[in-house]
């Protein structure tokens, strides 16, 4: 099924297709603005504008009926290639092999997308690693295969890890940012910017994206998640604070995870007995899902500090644990036993 509508932006929009109308887009650009506002979407519209055959018209957008627009709308365009972070779950394995496996993941995250567009948040452990960036390189070399220019958007592209042993790779995506091939269109989007690596951030066209007046987000709410009560759209709207990805319910998985991961904090820094009561509490197998919302709210709320510039040691350690109860708990193993092993781990360098 074909992607939503992308609601709002019309300011950006008028920018953007004016400036392809003319030739004067940039050809590295970073959309930047709060979480949920659709900045992919957006990204998207503008890969669509850029690979429909209508463009020479001179308005600068995507006209919706050609083979190219509607190609672009089910996500299947073989020109624009859509990166989103992912986990890698075999490590170890050769780079050509890590290249293929993202491949793969990509692959399914997009057919997820096609059935599912409104998609969840990434995963705390999703990444663009270096296996991701390999493959961009591969895709980058390669003519377009039906439009006249290929698109890369990046999404969440503050998850781009710096890979020591790996510059090479590294070094050609910053070539390729700071002078495109004269076919190439990247789409950088960020939530939080300042975290993008510098080196990046320099190359690029910053765009700022912002959030959606209440009206649009209530049309949205209407319309795409078939909310019917006055009430509900009202608070619902009220909550989102322009944000569309905050009427999905996975934001309320997110804030669910961050308040275990409160309360996992406050049993860790509690005696053993505490540590251990909390751990049991963590419900076995079949509720892995908030066993794993509740590490991701730990990962973030470390990462802030982090950023605070709080111990850093420890609490880069203590992210090394979190991540490695992650891979554990999408294993085989009990969430109680990973809880337990983690609140002992964590208790001996609680803040
Ligand atoms: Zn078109």
Redesign the pocket.
Known sequence: MPIPPLYGHEGIRNRLAGAIASGRLPQSLLLEGPRGVGKQRLALWLAQALV???RGKGKGE?????Q??KLVLSLSHPDVHWFVPVELSKKGADADKQVELVAEALGDELAARRERPLYEPPSGLASHNIASVRLLLRRLALTPALARRKVFILGDAERLVPQTGADAAANALLKALEEPPADTVFVLTATEPEALLPTILSRVVRVRVARLPDSIVAVFAQRELGLKSQRDVAQRVAAAEGRLGRLLATEDRAAGGAAAAERFRAAVQGDPVGRYAFALGQQPFQARGGFTDMLDGLLAQLRDEARAGRDTEKVVEAIAQVLEARGLAQGNVNPQLVGAVLAEDLAGEAP
């Open positions: 429909c055959e209508d995507g006209c919706g009926a050609c190219h627009c």
